[in-house]
């Protein structure tokens, strides 16, 4: 279980939801909520409980890294994306 376990979610318009942050508590995600509705008045915000971290900022950029490192050749340094067809 998160010591953090309320995510932040930012859904902006045109873009998939996104975790942005995480708070220990409650009433502290929710005052972050009303923070950011207030500087982004078109973005949408709203919290979620998630004790798991399973919507976690830093998941999103390992699974990312993964991907990334799934399509580099170490022979050659290449980074492309290769047909496994």
């Known amino acids: 279980m998160s010591d953090r376990p309320y995510a932040i979610i930012?859904?902006?318009p045109g873009h998939k939801p996104k975790a942005i942050g995480r708070s220990?508590?409650?009433i502290d995600a929710d005052s972050m909520v009303?923070?950011?509705?207030?500087?982004v008045p078109n973005g949408s915000f709203y919290?979620?409980?998630d004790p798991e971290e399973?919507?976690?900022v830093d998941s999103?950029?390992?699974a990312d890294q993964r991907r990334e490192n799934e399509n580099y050749?170490?022979?050659?340094g290449d980074r492309s994306i290769t047909n496994h067809s």
């Open 24 to 26: 220990n508590n409650r």
């Open 60 to 62: 999103e950029t390992e």
């Open 73 to 76: 050749d170490s022979n050659t």
């Open 47 to 49: 919290v979620v409980f």
């Open 54 to 56: 399973t919507c976690c």
């Open 10 to 12: 930012a859904a902006m």
């Open 34 to 39: 009303r923070f950011l509705q207030r500087k």
